[in-house]
Every structure is written in C-alpha cells, then in structure tokens.
C-alpha cells in the first residue's frame, strides 16, 4: 500500500466502532456480533432439535445419551462455559464428528459448538490445532444448509486469530465463501460475509478476495442483503479499500451510490460508522473523490460529524479530510455546515484519532478564503493552539498546517498569536518533526509581519533556530526563515542580534540560491 498523497487518512477501525481509520490498528471485536445467538430463525431450528430429541427418547432411540450429551453442550457453549468445555477436552470430540460421513445430525451439532466456542480467543489456536479448519472449509462446500452457515460462522470467528486467518485462506475457503454470497440463503450470507470480513484483516487476503472475483457480490450485497448482512458486507469492503486497486475496483463496481444510500438511513442501518469508513477509505484515492461528492455523499458525512457517535464522528471527519483534498470539494464541505461540527471536535476530551482527522479536514478547508472565515468565526484557532503543545504528532501536524493556511489573515495573525501560538511554533524550530518545522517557519513568517506580534517573536528566542534553518533548512524553510529575519529586522536592535547569530553569510549564500524565494 503505498501512501500517494500526504495529509490523508485511512481507515483501520475497531470493529466494534469501525478502517481507516483507517486508523489504532487493533480491534476491538466484542460488539460485533450482538444479538449472535438470540436469532429467531436459529432459535427455531433449535426448538425442532430439541423436540426430535425427546420423541427418540421417548420411543427408545436414546443412543447411550450422547445426542442429550451434545444438546447440553451446545446450550453450554452459548453461555459462559465456552472454556471449561475447552478444558474439559471437548474440542478434539468434537472436531472428530466433522468428519461424519452423514451430513445433519450430530455434525451439525458439532459445527454450531464449534462456532460457539470460537468466539473464546484461547479456543481459537486450540481448534486449529485439532485439525478442524480444513473439514470446515470443506462444509462450505458439502454441507446442509445449517452446517454451512455455521461452518461460515465458525471460519468468521476462527479467523480473528491471525495463524487462523492464513490457514483459513491457505484451506481456500475464499472462493468458496463468495460463493455462498451468491447462492446462500440470507443466514449463510450474513456468515459468509463476516468471515470474508475477518479474512480481508490480512493484507495478502485483501489481494486474494479481490482476484476470486469478490468485490462485485460483496458490492451486490449493499443493495440486496438483509440488514445483517449488510453490515458484514461493509465491514469487508471497509479493509478491502485499503488496497488502492480493490479502492478503485469498489467503486467502478458501484458502491458509493449504495453506501450514501445507507449514510441516509444511519439511524435504521447501525453501520455509520463502517459506512463512513468506507467513504473514508475510497476517498484516498484522487479518483473516487468527485464521485463521493456527485452521489451526495458529502451532506450526510457532514451530518454524522454533527450528530453521529463518537465512533461515526470519526470516521465521518477522516472521509471529509480526504474529501476536502479537491478544491471543489472543500467548497461543499464549508457549504454543508461541517465546519463548525470539526471544531466542536477539537474541543472535546478523548479519541485523538477524531481531534487529528477534524484539525486535518480544516487544514485543507482553511485553503479556500472563504472557509477561513467560518474556520475564525466558529472559534478554532483556540483548540488548534492548544493541540501544538498537547496533541499527538499528527495533531500538532495538522494543526500547525491549519494555522498556516489561516494565519495569511493579518487579522487571524493576531488571534494566533494572542492565543500564545508563537512559543510553541519557535519550539517547532529546533524540536519539530521536519512537516513541523516547515509549517511553523511559515506560520511566524505570516505572524511576523504583524508588527505587534515581532517582539514576542524575538522574547521567544526565535533568532537563533531561524539562522540555523538558513543553513540547514530545506529551500521552503531557508526562503521562510529568510522572510521572518526580514520582517524582525525592521527594528534596529534585531538587526545587532540577527548579525550577532552569524546570519550574514547564508543569507549572502542565499543570494545565488537555488529559488527566487530565497534570493529574494
């Protein structure tokens, strides 16, 4: 995956929230499966189950009490037992009955344990370890319709474990999976693409699910599919698109229309989030942006950032960010009413992530003059000077590069520096990251030609750092640098100090420099 433009954001989400975002790289998967086991249509079959076991009891066929036996711990397994029936040594039985020759029956039952007992991360490496993924990669194939429902279940939640995740693929279970996207009844598509879902967490994964043909069903699956299926198809495109070519293949495919629809429809839909991440994620790509924006995807990712949890907030800021990458785009945007959304988010406490994304999608916004207005208007260069000295590196990243695109305004200059920008900014200097640095050099640059604002400019030490950036700086930095000596240099005791640090002969060297911006 390579990283083509700077200033983006991708999605790699929690799956409990949502990738990207793109961004920490765990998951946190507890919420993802709920109401897994309280389904009506597998509550039904159960109650069948269950009946045909007690007419056998009652006519004789009780078979030494091992279908009770299994009964027991398949209702065992739905509870909190999951790993006493592990160290019990349950697991080696029941990956043995995988492998009965008649399908239904006791396999059945072993399969839905099975899949129960997957959801336990210590269960995960020990029912690899049976032997059990190939026969269950064969009951996608072979199956009843119940068996490969869980057999998918079963492989979804197997594949969480990452040793799970390559054997479950290396078992060619993918091309068998998208198969059942295409035939299976609603339940095995729900599993099928769950699993495709925990699958595609593996970057060579993403590859193989795009060259098995998968993106298309998957993409069918938006508009078709029950709303539970809907969910785990979006959950997989989500860590799809962060594949460049499965980002453009989605698309051409014609998900964007479908995702927007489901944006509209996020109080009912239950994924804004994953949705918004999808949007997020196709947005990294310069060719996808246009066509977010002419399917209206812009108004309903500006409403999430409004309304939304915290979880679609962020994700709906990352998309905008690399929305606002456009030039008409960032119109929209400002248009939509995000702006003032953004900056509640730089306001409020927790989720870094959401801070970084907000100040990054008002860094590209703060280019056009008219939402630097808004930008002011709505407060933020406050936050944005705050999260110099207490952000991440990507908010004091994005923040400075927000405050240098708003501080062309002299009268945002004087906000800036009253909000008491100017320390940090000259610690940036010398301690910055090298994105740090050139934008603080140009951020004083503007702020130095506020003639209130070069004393406080030269009380934070700044001359010393600036000389070293005409030496050491790359040309951006030696021509910024050069401008802010100029504008201090207006009055006459800086003009001692300035010499004093030795600027003289790089700024002569300057003179044949390499751009007009130095020379001049």
Known sequence: MSLSEPGTSRAIPTLSSGPGARGGKGRERGKKREGEWEREKEEGRERKRRKKVRERDEGGERGGG??????????????????????????????????????????????????????DAENQAAIRKEGAIKPLVSMLLKGTPGERENAAGALWNLAFNAENNVAIAEAGAIALLISILSKGTPGEREQAAGALWSLADNTENRRAIAEAGGIAPLVTMLCEGTPGVRKQTVGALLLLALNEENAVAIAKAGAINPLVSLLHENGTSGCGDLVAGVLLNLAYHPSNRMGIANAGGIAPLAALVREGTPGEREQAAGALLNLALDAENKVAIGDAGAIK???????????????ERAAGALRRLAEIAKNRVAITNEGAIKPLVSLLSTGTPDERENAVGALRALAVNAKNGLAIAKAGAIKPLVSMLSMGTPSEREGSVCTLRSLALCNENIVTIVEECAIKPLVSLLSMGTPSERADAAGVLRSLAF?????????????????VSLLSGSTPGERE
């Open 341 to 355: 959304a953004l900056v509640s988010l730089l306001h409020e406490g927790g989720r870094p992530r959401s801070r």
């Open 491 to 507: 009055y006459t005791e800086n003009i001692v100090a300035i010499a004093h640090e030795g600027a003289i002969k790089p700024l």
């Open 66 to 119: 091992g279908e009770f036996a299994r009964q027991s711990l398949a209702d065992l397994s739905r509870k909190d037992f999951k790993f006493s029936i592990a160290q019990a040594g349950g697991i080696p039985a029941l990956v043995s009955l995988l492998c009965e020759v008649t399908p239904g029956g006791k396999r059945e039952i072993a399969v839905r344990l099975l899949r129960n007992l997957a959801i």
